[in-house]
């Protein structure tokens, strides 16, 4: 009988994955052995060929409920029968043989107990099992086990233990197994004294009553109010100094997303599983959300409870509180700081937004935001990656050896560890602008290196000298390897999609610092994981004040009328379009005659923001990609109820360094004319979707041409646009491209580290 040695990769540590193989194994009269080793579980499965393609079938496509299998590799061995019956082997780690969960939603189970009033866990706000719970937040080294969590300082109850301990039980082997006699305590911060159920009634009150909660959650503490209560949301808006930005929003259980979002059934599966990211979905007229929760926006971030006591704060049924079903749920931070994490982090930085808070005393080691999700043709994009998925490793199939750090991006950063082909994006970290995020960053590398027991030899960070993470990359010692920017996005494209070839990538971006020491930010380049050519990117324009063009459009608006008008008439253009003051514009006159506070840029993020401006949708924004945003949104919004052509393809330019040039100045003037002749604003944000995603696949073409390539990779933030990502997509496959695009990998700046980890591990490994 033919005999096969595989290897499961994915969540398949700590979620019954091996008692679930051998009960598969008896089913199919599989005889052999299942063992875990760390990053993946080894199979050794005998049988007939029937038998053993019905198991390997069952084992990729019906997982036990936790389980994710991100790959099976299977090969078949020639060999006499060796077997006489079917075992669990178990499991001898070895160095590098790492695995650390993420964090899990509160199981069904174990929300049935938590409302069940004879459960000896009834309302407490830990409980949790094998199946769920906090894993990487209250990690503090491996191995994985109590002594080494955040739980030591709850030593188990005699019946905790017994649970603990008996293979049979929902807990067995349940790090942070608890209940109302051993677990942690929630208790009000302004008064440690209010404790247990009478502090979670205070502040069930507080919110039913208008007021600003933060709660202590998984990773990090949210700020959270009633979301059906106008008053509320704004006063919340006014105290963080964003006015616009969308909050998420928790409800409290699925009818309440159907209420207010249209559902489509892949997202469900989402919205109910055990990962729980906030998931955007469209809204649906006549909602209870009040307006200010997501001003503007189509859609609205949605997630349900996934930690016990945010199901209390919905239905706590001791006490008479009216609580409402949909809850702001956002990030407890000053703007730019990293989330709060304990009880001085939350003293300090939230007291003064919030009418009380819970907290609790189990400590979160390591911060987790909340991850968050969209959907592109049916399938997850991912936004930014961080509690329930970090530090899922991302595999790339190769023999690379040794370790590596990516310290990622300046903004929305994330780190990655490279340990041979398994890399490990790290969850969420934030904007360098703050010196609380670059000590966080500092601190998280280090906690994460002592629990993946990975010691980099050398670190990856981005090319712009003064980048705070190009410091802190600079500080740990390490031979620094620098990765352009744009490049690394298309690496981290490369490295999601196991794509060895190499390939035309097309990383749509906001700024980044080009070989040439301008800005780059709309480029085509020839890529594979040794490095990159640049073939072609935007027509380049003038980026005038610096920082502040990031969230001023009217600016690179201005730029274009310049050029293409010069200054009187731009004057005269300005005007009508109510762009900007007579001062701003004198202002800016002054930088473009004498060349002042002003770079060349090919920035695809800005050109949005330029065109938003020009259109008169955003002048001006709040944080950067509201301009771009809103743009998106107008041109769906035509583009819902209208159906059009896309565009013939532009004649390309030629720079002077012999690249060629997608045509913007031309596209910015054909919008113009069209603005100024009165046409439909929402008509003109797609026509620039289009025109773009045009000219795009015709660089696309051009790269062809030249490189011989067919395969494109789509990468960096300005593809978050799903329109763009949409029309690029479709236009290319229909002209024969084969097209790689993210899926759990953002690609927005969050994706960064895992680009620039893996190239510096093929560097240490080829060059
Ligand atoms: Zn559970
Ligand atoms: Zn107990």
Known sequence: MPLYHSRVYGIVQGVGFRPFVSRLAATHGILGSVCNKGPFVEIWAQGTENSLRAFFDAIERRPPERAAVLKVETERLTKPECYTDFQIIESHRERGDIFVSPDIATCDTCRAELFDPKNRRYLHPFINCTACGPRLTIMDAMPYDRERTSMKAFPMCP????????????????????????????????????????????VRRTIAEGGIAAIKGIGGFHLCCDATNETAVSRLRTLKHRPVKPFAVMLRDFDVVTRECIVEPHEKEIILGHQKPILLLKKKPGGKIAPSAAPGAPSLGVMLPYAPVQMLLFTYPVDDVNMPDALIMTSGNPSGAPICRNDDDARENLTGFTDTILSHNRPILIRSDDSVMDFAAGEPYMIRRSRGFAPLPVFVKSDWKGEVLGIGGELKN??????????????????????????????????????????????????????????????????????????????????????????????????????????????????????????????????????????????????????????EQAKKTADRLQLCTDREFNGLQFMFTHQVNCITSTSAGRLFDGVSALLGIRTRSTFEGEAAMFLQFAADDWGNTHSADMPSLPALLTSDDGRFLLPTKAMFRELLDLHLAGEDTGALAWLFHAKLAAAIVAGCEQARRGTGLSTAALSGGVFQNTLLLHLVTGSLKARGFTVLRHRLIPPNDGGICLGQAAAAMYAINNL
């Open 159 to 202: 019946e905790c233990r017994a649970e603990y301990e008996n293979p049979a039980t929902r807990r067995y082997d349940a790090q942070p197994v608890c209940c109302n006699d051993c677990g942690p305590e929630v208790y009000l911060l302004e008064d440690p004294s209010v404790r247990g159920q009478e502090a979670i009634t205070r």
């Open 414 to 567: 994330t780190f990655c560890l490279g340990h041979g082909s398994l890399f490990y994006p790290s969850s969420y970290v934030g904007d360098m602008s703050d010196v609380r995020t670059i000590k966080a960053l500092r601190e998280s590398v280090t906690r994460m290196e002592t629990l993946l027991e990975t010691q980099p030899s050398i670190v990856s960070c981005d090319l712009h000298p003064r980048y705070h993470t190009a410091q802190v990359a600079r500080g740990l010692g390490l031979p620094v390897f620098p990765v352009q920017h744009h490049y690394a996005h298309i690496v981290s494209c490369l490295a999601e999609n196991d794509c060895h070839e190499p390939v035309i990538g097309v990383s749509f971006d906001g700024t980044g610092y080009g070989t040439d020491g301008t800005i780059w930010g709309g480029e085509i380049l020839r890529a594979d994981y040794a490095g990159f050519t640049r073939l072609g990117s935007l027509e380049p324009f003038l980026q005038a004040g610096g920082d502040k063009s990031s969230t001023e459009g009217w600016r690179i608006a201005l730029a274009f009328l310049f050029a293409l008008e010069g200054p």
